[in-house]
């Protein structure tokens, strides 16, 4: 009997983990917290959506410093969503992650490739259209096959037009790419992959982070930062993380 091909972009929340645990009681607070300011139930479940989404983002992008994402979610709530489609995007954003850095071990199955199609479609048509390059594009950037061409598909899907945002939604932006300069530098990588016998590789983690950069750049340089707070929260906190350690952790890794 032929077995089920297992997703690249499936990573379950396992609460034997330290760092998993506090990403929920985080998340639960955040949402808390929105309503006693006054935030509507729907404002509420978006902001601690995105604290969440920051903080499985920095995972990815910082899979050996569980910390560094810990302290991702409180820049998530205070920049908060830009726009109402920031979580509905930031899925889309995640898996993108997750299959650039490979952290899952696993080859990206056909069923991943729809996927990441219709989250590419979905971003596109709310209105976050630089964000859902992300799920467009990174299938063949991994796996350079005609499968993974599918969700390229998604660039030809007509977006919501938006009008370009203020100084305040791009600051989350200007601020993450202060850093990309120390995040996008060599790095030793000694976390596991989940299904893989083996870590996770220091140039598939790079390519990870080299992608957040270019997306978030592109972000401010049209000034459509709809959908990507989260990522920049999280790109945020791994380079300060890495501006203060670079240099005392081994050597990097070209």
Known sequence: MTSIPRSALARPLDLRYPSNRVAALVSLAALLLSRRQGHSWPSALERSGMCFLTWAMARELDPDHPMTANLAMPLAFVFGPSRSSSTLAGFGVLSALRLLADTTGERPTQTDHLG?????????????????????????????????ALPLAALLVPGRVREP??????????????????????????????????????????????????????????????????????????????????????????
């Open 165 to 254: 945002s203020g100084r305040w939604a791009l600051l989350p932006l200007i601020a993450a790419l202060a850093v990309t300069p120390a995040l996008i530098r060599p790095e030793a990588v000694e976390s596991a992959c989940d299904r893989a016998p083996r870590t996770v590789r220091p140039t598939d983690l790079r390519r990870a982070r080299a992608g957040a950069a270019a997306v978030l750049a592109l972000g401010l340089l049209t000034r459509q930062p709809a959908g990507l707070p989260a990522l920049a929260s999280a790109v945020l906190s791994v380079g300060l993380r890495r501006c203060r350690t670079h240099g005392s952790r081994g050597p990097a890794v070209d």
């Open 116 to 148: 990441m199609l219709v989250q590419a479609v979905l971003s596109a048509r709310a209105g976050s259209g630089v964000a859902a390059l992300m799920p467009a594009v990174a299938s063949v950037v991994v796996t350079h096959d005609l499968p993974s």
